[in-house]
C-alpha cells in the first residue's frame, strides 16, 4: 500500500552536516503530519522533529537550531537538514508519516527502515 524510504545517512565528522530524505510511495491519497525520530541501541526512539501537512514544525530542544525540518508535497517527501552535527546526533533515524491510502481512505501511520547516521569526533 505505502511504502516509506529514508536516504541520506552516512558517516560524518562532527560539525558537519546531512540531508535525510523520507520518500512515500504507493497508493496514496494524502501524505500528512511526518516526523523524525532516532534510536541508539538500549534507548528508546526519540521524537526529533515534526511538519504537519501544511508546513508547521517542531523540534526536540537538542536539536533545535541545528536541524531543520521540510517537505515537498508534490514528490511526498519530507527532509531533514542536519548541521553542525554532534556524536550524540550518532543514531538510526526513521520516518513516520500519517498516510491516507488512496483505495480505503483510511489513514494509517506508517515508518521507514531507517538509515544510519554516525557522527565522528
Known amino acids: 500500500q505505502v511504502q516509506l524510504v529514508e536516504s541520506g545517512g552516512g558517516l560524518v565528522q562532527a560539525g558537519g552536516s546531512l540531508r535525510l530524505s523520507c520518500a512515500a510511495s504507493?497508493?496514496?491519497?494524502?501524505?500528512?503530519?511526518v516526523g523524525w525520530y532516532r534510536q541508539t541501541p538500549g534507548k528508546q526512539r526519540e521524537l526529533v522533529a515534526t511538519i504537519t501537512s501544511g508546513g508547521s514544525t517542531n523540534y526536540a530542544d537538542s536539536v533545535k537550531g541545528r536541524f531543520t525540518i521540510s517537505r515537498d508535497n508534490a514528490k511526498n517527501t519530507v527532509y531533514l537538514q542536519m548541521n553542525s552535527l554532534k556524536p550524540e546526533d550518532t543514531a538510526v533515524y526513521y520516518c513516520?508519516?500519517?498516510?491516507?491510502?488512496?483505495?480505503?481512505?483510511?489513514?494509517?501511520?506508517?515508518w521507514g527502515q531507517g538509515t544510519q547516521v554516525t557522527v565522528s569526533s
Open positions: 504507493g497508493s496514496i491519497f494524502s501524505f500528512n503530519a
Open positions: 513516520n508519516a500519517h498516510t491516507v491510502v488512496r483505495d480505503t481512505l483510511y489513514g494509517s501511520n506508517y
